[in-house]
């Protein structure tokens, strides 16, 4: 159950929000970003599945550590300006969540992107968001 799948590593930087509903694990760079997350008890609802509020977190951290990881305006980052989910599935707890993203366009001011949240090869969560590129 507390198994990473083979590939991930502790994510490379942390903040104290990530790290109190982590730990997070990736594999890969880029665009090609993928965050894990194993369900732990503290993740879950009163019906034992992951709270809407995690897989919101982890859909908007994984879509801007996706983004600043291609930005090409190295003074610039990302700030969610919009996120927007649609569930379609639920983590029981112990499952590992994955997320793959899709970014649509970087432009001067403003960012698209979507994440899909999954378990195993089933699909939960689709996230789309808007990014404000502001000033580091």
């Known amino acids: 159950m507390d ?9 490379y ?4 929000f990530l790290d109190a509903i982590g730990p997070f ?4 760079s880029g665009s090609g970003l ?13 019906r034992g599945l992951a709270h809407g509020g995690l ?9 801007g550590y996706a983004l600043e990881s291609v930005v090409q305006q190295p003074a610039s980052r990302g700030v969610t300006a919009s996120l927007s989910l649609d569930f379609a599935g639920s983590a029981k707890l112990g499952d590992w969540i994955e997320s793959t993203v899709d970014i649509q ?8 992107a979507n994440a899909y949240l999954s378990v195993g090869e089933t699909r939960i969560v689709r996230a789309s968001a808007v990014f404000l590129m502001a000033e580091k």
């Open 34 to 46: 993928v965050l894990g997350l194993r369900t732990a008890p503290r993740h879950v609802n009163s």
């Open 3 to 11: 198994e990473i799948p083979q590939g991930f590593v502790p994510l």
């Open 55 to 63: 897989l919101a977190s982890v859909a908007d951290t994984a879509l």
């Open 13 to 16: 930087r942390s903040s104290p």
């Open 25 to 28: 694990f990736c594999r890969g």
């Open 105 to 112: 366009k970087i432009g001067t001011r403003l960012a698209f």
